[in-house]
T-cell receptor
Framework: SAVISQKPSRDICQRGTSLTIQCQVD?????MFWYRQQPGQSLTLIATANQGSEATYESGFVIDKFPISRPNLTFSTLTVSNMSPEDSSIYLC???????????FGQGTRLTVV | DAKTTQPTSMDCAEGRAANLPCNHS???????VYWYRQIHSQGPQYIIH???NNETNEMASLIITEDRKSSTLILPHATLRDTAVYYC????????????FGTGTRLKVLA
């Protein structure tokens, strides 16, 4: 199993500002994913963080709004840029170590934009 | 990636088996079936996964039909702590892959 540390666990931010969320894993992993969970909704995949290259974004998500970095096999960041109240959600990091394995999830970052 | 269909909600009496169905009729040969659950607003918790054969672990059993178009997650003796949203996910087994969450089944275990 993998232990995921996500920071911050929660934050309240002013509209128009940006927040960077960190995801640290205790072991090297193949895949890292970022999800958004809006209030009362299921998880929506934002992007797959690729080590050493640009992230792969899902439909409806763009790099300018959600820039992602993945400098190595244990760390990734997600930035929520130019925030509006509609960005208020839980953001979750997830990791997977390969083919016939399972994904593990962090406890999430609860973001409130005011 | 194949799409999954699950009932919106289910109730189960404490101590009884909870059987959660999932339809994945467009699943392809190299795609796995995964089950996760999310309790309140915690991060999703892995339960079990399988490709073709039925699987069992300390948490649950996964029954996959022979044609692989549907599956059932079985919690053998449901407790109040099993109250959660349960997600069935189909994930590619080769190449690049991702976990796409549907709406899930909200299971309520009743005392």
């Amino acid at each position: 199993s993998a232990v995921i540390s996500q920071k911050p666990s929660r934050d309240i931010c002013q509209r128009g500002t940006s927040l960077t969320i960190q995801c640290q894993v205790d072991s090297q992993v193949t895949m890292m994913f970022w999800y958004r969970q809006q209030p009362g909704q299921s998880l929506t995949l934002i992007a797959t963080a690729n080590q050493g290259s640009e992230a792969t974004y899902e439909s409806g998500f763009v790099i300018d709004k959600f820039p992602i970095s993945r400098p190595n096999l244990t760390f990734s960041t997600l930035t929520v840029s130019n925030m509006s109240p509609e960005d208020s959600s839980i953001y979750l990091c997830s990791v997977d170590q390969g083919m016939n394995t399972e994904a593990f999830f962090g406890q999430g970052t609860r973001l409130t934009v005011v | 990636d194949a799409k999954t269909t699950q009932p919106t909600s289910m109730d189960c009496a404490e101590g009884r088996a909870a059987n959660l169905p999932c339809n994945h009729s467009t699943i392809s040969g190299n795609e796995y079936v995964y089950w996760y659950r999310q309790i309140h607003s915690q991060g999703p918790q892995y339960i079990i996964h399988g490709l073709k054969n039925n699987e069992t672990n300390e948490m649950a059993s996964l029954i996959i039909t022979e044609d692989r178009k549907s599956s059932t997650l079985i919690l053998p003796h449901a407790t109040l702590r099993d109250t959660a949203v349960y997600y069935c996910i189909v994930r590619r087994g080769t190449g690049t892959y991702k976990y796409i969450f549907g709406t899930g089944t909200r299971l309520k275990v009743l005392a």
